[in-house]
């Protein structure tokens, strides 16, 4: 089983809906991130939390809302998506050690919004 | 804010021959450096990290990266190149008290 889950790995969706990715880890890691990837653009940071209490926005955030319903659960919404949100959504742990620090990635959720 | 930048977003090269990836940094106090893969519809593995000490740090897979301070670079190189280190490949730094922030990638093409 994958120590960082993503679900749906897959979706489309209309304009304006309302769209949850979720992500759960299994890794006993404290921190969660949330990535976006467009082509040519790399990744950039959305939201990331460093534990349940802690939230915080990154690069692009509006638009978007999280949620940390748990250690291991830290989730993605889209309250009303567009098209230009159409892309490669990652989410990552790590643990909280300046030494340690590596970050570990989900495989992905494609969202395509039409 | 600290960032990284990739000058090439193509890099191509031979089986066999050695490939290098550029990525230069730009950041306030000691720089945390590091370097992912992403094979085609896959998320992104983590291939190696600078945090302190030898210049030189090896990582999966056969890469190392050379971190330089006074060229502000941490490129990442292989002596000899495989067809199935064709990827995406991307530098990042960790901004301090944040996440990693990337670089835009560099694809590598490993020509038989």
């Known amino acids: 089983d994958a120590d960082v889950t993503q679900t749906p790995r897959n979706r489309i969706t209309k304009t304006g809906k309302r769209i949850m990715l979720e992500c759960s880890q299994t890794?006993?890691?404290?921190?969660m991130y949330w990535y976006r990837q467009d082509p040519g653009l790399g990744l950039r940071l959305i939201y990331y939390s460093f534990d349940v209490k802690d939230i915080n926005k990154g690069e692009i955030s509006d638009g978007y809302s999280v949620s940390r319903q748990a250690q291991a659960k830290f989730s993605l919404s889209l309250e009303s998506a567009i098209p230009n949100q159409t892309a490669l959504y990652f989410c990552?742990?790590?643990?909280?050690?300046?030494?340690?620090?590596?970050?570990?990635f989900g495989e992905g959720s494609w969202l395509t919004v039409v | 804010a600290q960032s990284v930048a990739q000058p090439e977003d193509q890099v191509n090269v031979a089986e066999g021959n050695p490939l290098t990836v550029k990525c230069t940094y730009s950041v306030s106090g000691n720089p945390y450096l590091f370097w992912y893969v992403q094979y085609p519809n896959r998320g992104l593995q983590f291939l190696l990290k600078y945090i302190t000490g030898d210049n030189l740090v090896k990582g999966s897979y056969g890469f190392e990266a050379e971190f330089n301070k006074s060229q502000t670079s941490f490129h990442l190189k292989k002596p000899s190149a495989l067809v199935s280190d064709s990827a995406l490949y991307f530098c990042a730094v960790l901004q301090a008290g944040t996440a990693l922030i990337f670089g835009k990638g560099t694809t590598l093409s490993v020509s038989s």
């Open positions: 990552a742990t790590s643990d909280s050690s300046l030494t340690g620090n590596t970050i570990y």
């Open positions: 890794k006993g890691h404290d921190r």
